[in-house]
């Protein structure tokens, strides 16, 4: 069964603004990792964030997590055209990762 | 310089045949794995292999065969493919097990007619 699932599993929104994307999972975890992916590539690391720590920021990227809702969240702030991509959480099993079903993000210009 | 590398990056070919998909890495990475991605863009792991040691099977017909000759390469080999099979495969790499950031390769389009 999934660990991860992202929500929403589309979102549509204007350059400038912020986009939200939501990840819960099932399991205790030790970290958590979200990834993009733009169409037709592979996936990119964007921020790992481990279970003792509740923020990280990294350029426009802020991550939460809250392990006693078991649920992240990916805040993107001041969304570009070049934003638009698939995201992905990704959280651990035995031995692998186990990614979600992933976030549409679509950036209108 | 490509971190990870894949070939072929399209593959189109009929039921019944077999075909392989190569990988590397040049990051010095222990751990490589094998992911398929489905039409939904639902990311599965397939197979990890840490220091040429296979880890994890994860329920993968054994039409699937993985090989790693060393710790820089982890191929996929695919006997008597069939529809099901088509999907893009991603080969990705991180230096431990689990504890770190991945790093994936462009991808292998699989189109099985």
């Known amino acids: 069964s999934q660990q991860g699932e992202e929500d929403p599993q589309a979102l549509s929104i204007q350059e400038g603004e912020n986009a939200t994307m939501n990840c819960s999972y099932k399991t205790s975890i030790n970290n958590l990792q979200w990834y993009r992916q733009n169409s037709g590539r592979g996936l990119v690391h964007l921020i790992l964030?481990?279970?003792?720590?509740r923020e990280k920021h990294s350029g426009r990227l802020r991550v939460t997590l809250d392990t006693s809702k078991k649920s992240s969240s990916l805040l993107i702030t001041a969304s570009r055209a070049a934003d638009t991509a698939s995201y992905f959480c990704a959280t651990e099993g035995t031995y692998k990762y186990i990614f979600g079903t992933g976030t549409r993000l679509k950036v209108l210009a | 310089d490509t971190a990870v590398s894949q070939t072929p990056k399209y593959l189109v070919t009929q039921m019944g045949n077999d075909k392989s998909i190569k990988c590397e890495q040049n990051?010095?990475?222990?751990?490589m794995y094998w992911y398929k991605q489905d039409s939904k863009k639902f990311l599965k792991i397939m197979f990890s292999?840490?220091?040429?040691?296979?880890?994890i099977n994860e329920t993968v017909p054994n039409r699937f065969s993985p090989k790693s000759p060393d710790k820089a390469h982890l191929n996929l080999h695919i006997n008597s493919l069939e529809l099901g099979d088509s999907a893009v495969y991603f080969c990705?790499?991180?230096?431990?097990?689990?504890?770190?950031?991945?790093?994936f390769g462009p991808g292998t389009r699989l189109t099985v007619l």
């Open positions: 292999y840490n220091n040429k040691e296979l880890i």
């Open positions: 990705a790499s991180s230096q431990g097990l689990v504890r770190d950031e991945q790093f």
């Open positions: 964030i481990r279970s003792n720590e």
């Open positions: 990051l010095g990475h222990d751990t």
